[in-house]
C-alpha cells in the first residue's frame, strides 16, 4: 500500500522535474492580447482568443500589417534593410518592378477553357487604424473617379471597389495610390482640398511606398489557388500600379507595368475576352472582371501612342478595317466608337513616329503613301458611322448627346485627320491651310476642359486617360496663328491636370518654348500678327522631349527639335522651376 501510494505521488508531481520550453515572444500578435499578455493565434480580422472570450479584438499594430510575410525568406532582415531603405529614399525612389511577378508560374498558365463562376461570398476586410481608413475613403470618394475621368463607367468604378475592399493585394495597391494621390493634389493646392477631422497625422512620405511593396509580397504569394482568380487579381494590380507610377512621376516604370498586363491579358483564352458582354453591369463572375479590366488596360495601351515615339500598341492591328466598314450601319454605343477611334489615332501616330509599316502580313506591306490613304478613309468611315449613331440614339446611353465624350471624340478624330492630311516632311507650311480646323479644336478642348472642370471636385486632378492635353501640344506646335496659340495656353493654364504622363504644366511649358523658338528667329523686332510672318525656315518640324523629375535636382525638360530647311539637331534643357517659371539651357 505504501509502494502504491509513493509511486501515485511520483507520477502526479513529475511533470514537476521537466523544464520548462520556453518560445520567443511574438510581436505580431493583436493588442488585446498583448495588453493582456496571452498568445495570440493571429487570426485575422479578429483572433479567436479574444472572439472566444466574448473579448472585442482591437486588430493588429501597423508594424505587423506592412511588414509580415508568410514566407520566411521574404522577412529576412536583407529584406527588412532594403524596404526601409527605399522608404527613406522616396523622393527619388525607383519602386521595384513587378518583373518577378510577370514571371510566375501562375502568369505562365494556359488559360483555356475558363469557365464563369461567381467569386462568392467576401468578408470586407477591416482597415487597422484610422490613417488606412481615411485612404480608402480617399480612394472611394475621389481615386477611384478620377481614374475613367473622360470614359466613366459605373460597373467598372464597383468592381475596383469591392476588389480593394476583398483582397489584400488589391487594397494594399489602392491605398497607396489614394497616399500619393492626395499628396499630388496637396502640391497644387493652398490648403487641404480633402481633409477630414482624423487627416490631421497623415501618414509619412514613406507610407505609400510601403503599401506599394507590400502589395508585392502579397501577389508573389497568392492566397487563391485559382488562375482565374489569380490572373483578375493581378491585371487589377498592374492597372493600380500604372497608375500610381505615372502619379510618382517614374513613367519608365509605369510604362512596364502597362506592358505587363498587357502580356498577361494577351495569355488569356480568346474565347474569355470574346464572350464579354457588351453591357457588363452584371458583374459577378471571375471572366467578367477579367473583361472589364483587360478593356481598361488595353485602352491605356493604345492610348499611349500618343505620347512615346517608340510605343507600338499590342493589339493595334487585331481591328481589320472590315471592322470599321460597316457602312450600312452605326455604332451601338458611345464606348464602342472611342474604341475604334483610339486603334485609328494608335495608327496615326505610327505613321507618323516611323516609317515602318503597322501591318505585319505575309505579303508586302503598303507604301506610306498607301496607307494614309487607307487611315483617311477609316477616319471617314469612323466619322459617318459617329454621326450615325449621333442622330439614330442609343438606347444605353439616352442623353449621351450631351456626354462630353462626345466633344472629346470629335476632337480627337479632327486632329487626327489634320495630322494624317500633313503628313510628310517639309510640309509645315501647309499647316496654315487647316486653320479653321484648328480653331474648331480649340472649341472643342475648351468645351471638354470646361465640362472637365464643372465635374470636378478639385482644382487639380489626375487620370490615366488620354484627353485634351495632347492635342493641345499638337495645336500650340503645329498651329502658327499667334491668337489661336495664347488661347492654347490660357485653357491650359486654367487648371492644373495630368493625363498619364501628360502635364498641362509641362504642356503649356513647351508650347511657349517653341512659340519664343518660331516668333524670335522671324525677328526681335517683328511682333508676329500672323502665320505668313513666320517663314519655312523659322519652323520647328519635329520635336521630341523627356521629363526629367525632380529628384537630387530641379525638375527639367530635355527637348530635341529640328527646323525645317535646316541641317542638324538641337538640344536644350529647360529647368522647371517651383514658380512654374523656366530657364533655358
Known sequence: MDVKNKSTKTGNQAWRKKPRQFAPKSRLGCKTCKI???????????????????????????????????????????????????????????????????ASKQWRSNYNGLVLQNLGSFMVLPTTGSSQTEAMCFFKDISIKNLNEY?????????????????PSVRHAAIALALIHRDYLDCHSNGRLYQPSSFKDWLPDETPLLHYNRTIQLLLKPESGDPAETTAITLLVCYLFTCFDHLAGNDVQ????????????????????????????????????????????????????????????????????????????????????????????????????TEQPIYSTG????????????????????????????????????????????????????????????????????????????????????????????????????????????????IGTKCRHPSVRREVLNILRRQIIREASWD???????????????????????????????????????????????GQSAARLDITYTICAQEGIHTESLMIEQTGSYDVK
Open 151 to 167: 470614359r466613366p463607367c459605373e460597373s467598372w468604378r464597383n468592381t475596383l471597389m469591392f476588389f480593394s475592399q476583398t483582397v
Open 363 to 474: 505579303t508586302m506591306p503598303p507604301s506610306s503613301s498607301a496607307l494614309k490613304d487607307i487611315l483617311l478613309g477609316q477616319l471617314e468611315t469612323w466619322s459617318s458611322l459617329f454621326e450615325n449613331l449621333l442622330q439614330q440614339g442609343s438606347p444605353s446611353e439616352p442623353n449621351f448627346k450631351t456626354d462630353p465624350l462626345v466633344s472629346l471624340l470629335r476632337l480627337q478624330h479632327t486632329i487626327a485627320w489634320i495630322l494624317l492630311s500633313g503628313y510628310g516632311p517639309g510640309r509645315e507650311m501647309e499647316y496654315d491651310q487647316f486653320l479653321p480646323h484648328f480653331q474648331q479644336c480649340v472649341a472643342l478642348a475648351d468645351e471638354v476642359a470646361t465640362a472637365h472642370q464643372r465635374h470636378s471636385d478639385s482644382m487639380s486632378t489626375f487620370t490615366p486617360e488620354i484627353g485634351f492635353l495632347p492635342v493641345f501640344y499638337i
Open 36 to 102: 493582456r499578455r496571452v498568445k495570440c493565434d493571429l487570426s485575422r480580422p479578429s483572433c479567436l482568443k479574444c472572439v472566444s472570450t466574448g473579448r472585442t479584438c482591437d486588430g493588429y499594430s501597423e508594424t505587423s500589417l506592412t511588414f509580415k510575410a508568410e514566407n520566411p525568406e521574404i522577412e529576412s532582415t536583407h529584406y527588412h534593410k532594403k524596404v526601409t531603405h527605399r522608404a527613406d529614399n522616396f523622393d527619388s525612389y525607383q519602386p521595384c518592378t513587378t518583373t518577378s511577378a510577370y
Open 254 to 353: 509605369a510604362m512596364e507595368h502597362l506592358r505587363g498586363g498587357v502580356a498577361l491579358s494577351r495569355s488569356i483564352d480568346n474565347a474569355t475576352l470574346n464572350n464579354c458582354p457588351r453591357d457588363d453591369t452584371q458583374s459577378s463572375g471571375v471572366d467578367t472582371v477579367i473583361c472589364q479590366v483587360t478593356k481598361q488596360i488595353r485602352r491605356l495601351d493604345m492610348q499611349a501612342a500618343m505620347f512615346l515615339v517608340d510605343w507600338t500598341p499590342s493589339n493595334i492591328q487585331e481591328t481589320l478595317m472590315s471592322d470599321l466598314a460597316l457602312s450600312d450601319s452605326t455604332f451601338w454605343s458611345l464606348d464602342q466608337a472611342a474604341d475604334h477611334l483610339q486603334i485609328l489615332l494608335g495608327r496615326v501616330m505610327r505613321l507618323r513616329h
Open 504 to 550: 498641362s504644366i509641362l504642356t503649356a511649358r513647351l508650347v511657349e518654348r517653341v512659340v519664343e523658338i518660331e516668333e524670335g528667329a522671324a525677328g526681335e523686332e517683328q511682333v508676329i500678327q500672323c502665320m505668313e510672318q513666320i517663314p519655312v525656315w523659322c519652323r520647328i518640324e519635329a520635336l521630341t522631349y523627356t521629363h526629367i523629375p525632380r
